[in-house]
């Protein structure tokens, strides 16, 4: 089985800025078309970015176009969400999945998930 696990998230002010890592293991990383999506209480799971099998294709949701980058490496079975000015809307756990198709998904219809990590963006 896949396993994906999130780190970086945490505290920041409105206008900073993280990064994300999710590092996969169980799997053939470079197989794998990955994503990043986000879910707030009381809210549906929304998408943020996705990625092709290398990095070459990359797909943002319309809320963080402009803001968000998404990036991997291969190398190190890992995929990164690079968050610039952010906003106290960005709040959210932040999930990292990954897809067996070989093809970038805008929806929730990924193969694994990992645990999430949480983001607070203060105003």
């Known amino acids: 089985q896949v396993q994906l696990v999130e780190s970086g998230g945490g505290l920041v002010q409105a206008g900073g800025s993280l990064r994300l890592s999710c590092a996969a293991s169980?799997?053939?990383?470079?197989?794998?078309?990955m994503g990043w999506f986000r879910q707030t209480p009381g809210k549906e799971r929304e998408f943020v970015a996705a990625?092709?099998?290398?990095?070459?294709?990359?797909v943002y949701g319309d809320s963080v176009n402009g803001r968000f980058t998404i990036f991997r490496d291969n190398a190190k079975n890992t995929v990164y969400l690079q968050m610039n000015s952010l906003k106290p809307e960005d709040t959210a756990v932040y999930y990292c999945?990954?897809?067996?198709?070989?093809?970038?998904?805008?929806?929730?219809?990924?193969?694994?998930w990992g645990q999430g990590t949480q983001v607070t963006v203060s105003s």
């Open positions: 990625i092709s099998v290398r990095g070459l294709t990359t």
């Open positions: 999945a990954a897809s067996l198709l070989p093809r970038v998904i805008t929806t929730t219809s990924y193969d694994y």
């Open positions: 169980g799997g053939t990383f470079s197989t794998y078309s």
